[in-house]
């Protein structure tokens, strides 16, 4: 079999003391972690389209990466990039993939091309799950590249394109479930406006609702039993999308009786777009019972795009995989990482490196969220924090046994109000100290 990466081997676990960059220093995939074994609380999986079609073009530059099948097109580059992602995954010990149907095999000239294409493609993939044992963790379609989707998809205001995209999302779907996919993510794309002047919201949000009906229905129907998954983004490309952030999504799906099917595919560089913390947007999918899967990467803070930089803020992975131990896991979800290497960083091998420490953040988040855990110090500060409601009149409160007339005369008689410090600084020094002594 032909190898693309030579250069680098298996990678191994070399630990905290190890200067080596192809190697690992906290991921050690067998090692128990609260009953669970490392690499089944991380779930960790590759983009497909990042990792194997990014070339590092940027809105200023040309693609600057060197891949040994640069030289090769159309389906036999396709071709050669199964053989790519499989050797990847197989010397980092990635156990999942994921991808749009445009990632893994070239447009075509026609709808019907198209299709043909992947089919083609997914053969190959089939037969090299089989040979290593890696799995698909979800697929999608990618409906917003091509010129057609200029304005939209599902919430075009060109019927014949509302078509189109379901026609890509029936394909998508059969893959996936042929891949025996775990998942189906729906990404907004360009479903959103730039300008309220020539656009119908009303409608647009009606057909997004009825176009992911109809997909859901139709995965159902040819027997797809995966999780569902909506991955919210504030802009970017449009002005504003419609699905900008978990509550925004869950508003949505409440008004059109989605809200039972549908989960959030959570993405770290989202949720710096939408103005909030990745360990919010987390957090508001975990105790609205749907937190699915995350999208692992991380954003540069003084840019205001989505730049999709692999994963490396430590006080970051920790909070994540809190609220990941506090929702009991993320499976059937995963950690993928939708993250892609700096433009000026294309040689192969930094693309290893950057796999690397990614999977050395968030192993080394998960240890210290572990042992938070474990400890209860910020469990025990919330409960005591919040004390007032386990008896007297917060009790009722909770209880809904009380109304406004009962509670003003108690607020009459309790009017000498005394509160407590949050301690908001103590409580970030445990978290360092935590990640300090992990």
Not at 385 to 391: A, D, F, N, V
């Amino acid at each position: 079999m032909k190898e693309y990466f030579e250069q680098v081997g298996k990678i191994q676990y070399e630990g905290p003391e190890s200067v080596n960059p192809l190697a690992f220093k906290y991921y050690d995939p067998e090692r128990m972690v609260g009953g669970k074994k490392m690499k089944d609380h991380l779930r960790f999986a590759m983009s497909y389209w990042h990792t194997m079609t990014g070339g590092g073009m940027d809105p200023f530059g040309n693609p600057t990466m060197e891949r040994p099948y640069n030289t090769l097109e159309g389906m036999e580059l396709a071709k050669a990039r199964v053989d790519g992602a499989f050797e990847l995954m197989r010397k980092l010990g990635i156990e999942y993939f994921c991808f749009h149907d445009l990632d893994i095999a070239p447009e075509g000239d026609s709808l019907k091309e198209k299709l043909e294409n992947l089919d083609v493609v997914v053969g190959l993939i089939e037969g090299k799950m089989k040979e290593t044992g890696i799995k698909c963790l979800w697929g999608t379609t990618n409906a917003f590249s091509h010129p057609r989707f200029l304005h939209g998809a599902s919430t075009s205001p060109n019927a014949d394109v509302f078509a189109f995209a379901a026609a890509q999302v029936k394909k998508a779907l059969e893959v996936t479930h042929q891949l025996g996919g775990e998942n189906y993510v729906f990404w907004g794309g360009r479903e959103g406006y730039e300008t309220l002047l020539n656009t119908d919201t009303g409608l647009e949000q009606d057909n997004l609702a009825r176009f992911l009906g109809m997909a859901k229905d139709y995965a159902r129907k040819i027997g797809f039993n995966g999780q569902f998954l909506i991955e919210p983004k504030p802009k970017e490309p449009t002005k504003h999308q419609y699905d900008f952030d978990t509550m925004t999504v869950l508003g949505f799906l409440r008004k059109y009786g989605l809200a039972d099917d549908f989960k959030m595919n959570i993405e770290a560089n989202h949720a710096t777009l939408a103005g909030h913390t990745f360990q919010h947007e987390l957090n508001m999918s975990r105790i609205n019972g749907v937190l699915g899967s995350i999208d692992a990467n991380q954003g540069d803070m003084l840019l205001g795009w989505d730049t999709d930089q692999f994963p490396t803020n430590i006080y970051d992975a920790v909070l994540c995989m809190y609220e990941v131990l506090k929702n009991g896991g993320i499976a059937p979800g995963g950690l993928n990482f939708d993250a892609k290497v700096r433009r000026g960083s294309f040689e192969p091998t930094d693309l290893f490196i950057s796999y690397i420490v990614g999977m050395d953040t968030f192993a080394k988040g998960l240890l210290v969220a572990q042992r938070l855990l474990e400890d209860r110090v910020l469990e025990d500060f919330v409960a005591e924090r919040y004390s007032s409601y386990q008896e007297g009149i917060g009790k009722k409160i909770l209880e809904g046994a009380t109304d406004l007339e009962e509670l003003a005369a108690y607020a009459l008689e309790h009017d000498k109000i005394v509160n407590r410090s949050g301690r908001q600084e103590m409580l970030e020094d445990v978290v360092n100290r935590y990640i300090y002594k992990a």
